[in-house]
T-cell receptor, first 110, second 112 residues
């Protein structure tokens, strides 16, 4: 079965700083999803990456998929308190199931 | 509806009681998924429906857990004879074509 390891497990940054979260898969990634989870809310879809080398951006968040390394990274530029939460990566294979990492807890101090 | 709706948001039940968790997916979404998320962990797959057919229930922990989606829309996850280890966030998601999953806010189940 596929396993996803996220690093770091938690991260505390000062507002305005850049940060990167990594997601490494035990198997080839066919599709990689990034979600954000805030307390009391559902999982908020951020981005989906499918092709090796693909890079997508939304506002100040950029995600890349490095298929060769079986890894994806999520980069936040000029972090804000609104970016705080738990970031989860999920891998979708050739089927419908998503396998998730354990998440990265991001705290942004004003 | 505009999003995936789950009810109740919070459920506290006594050990041994049965509970039913409801999921109302986005209108028109063919696929519906149930996941369970323990504290500090990512969501884990429980079961999956395509229309009213339960296509995969391999993630259900044991036979106390069951799910149905009789008319291909609303789904119910039922846990019989609840145990403390069943305490978790139960999440429902729906999708149109197997990707772009939209998750609901979840039901926080606490078994005391």
């Amino acid at each position: 079965s596929q396993e996803l390891e996220q690093s770091p497990q938690s991260l505390i940054v000062q507002e305005g700083k850049n940060l990167t979260i990594n997601c490494t898969s035990s198997k080839t990634l066919y599709g990689l999803y990034w979600y954000k989870q805030k307390y009391g809310e559902g999982l908020i879809f951020l981005m989906m990456l499918q092709k090796g080398g693909e890079e997508k951006s939304h506002e100040k968040i950029t995600a890349k998929l490095d298929e060769k390394k079986q890894q994806s990274s999520l980069h936040i530029t000029a972090s804000q308190p609104s970016h705080a939460g738990i970031y989860l990566c999920g891998a979708g294979g050739s089927n419908y199931k998503l396998t998730f990492g354990k998440g990265t807890l991001l705290t942004v101090n004003p | 509806g505009a999003g995936v709706s789950q009810s109740p948001r919070y459920k506290v039940t006594k050990r041994g009681q049965d509970v039913a968790l409801r999921c109302d997916p986005i209108s028109g979404h063919v696929s519906l998924y149930w996941y369970r998320q323990a504290l500090g962990q990512g969501p884990e797959f429980l079961t999956y429906f395509n229309y009213e057919a339960q296509q995969d229930k391999s993630g259900l922990p044991n036979d106390r857990f069951s799910a149905e989606r009789p008319e291909g829309s609303i789904s119910t996850l039922t846990i019989q004879r609840t145990e403390q280890r069943d305490s978790a966030m139960y999440r429902c998601a729906s999708s149109l074509a197997g990707d772009g999953y939209t998750f609901g806010s979840g039901t926080r189940l606490t078994v005391v």
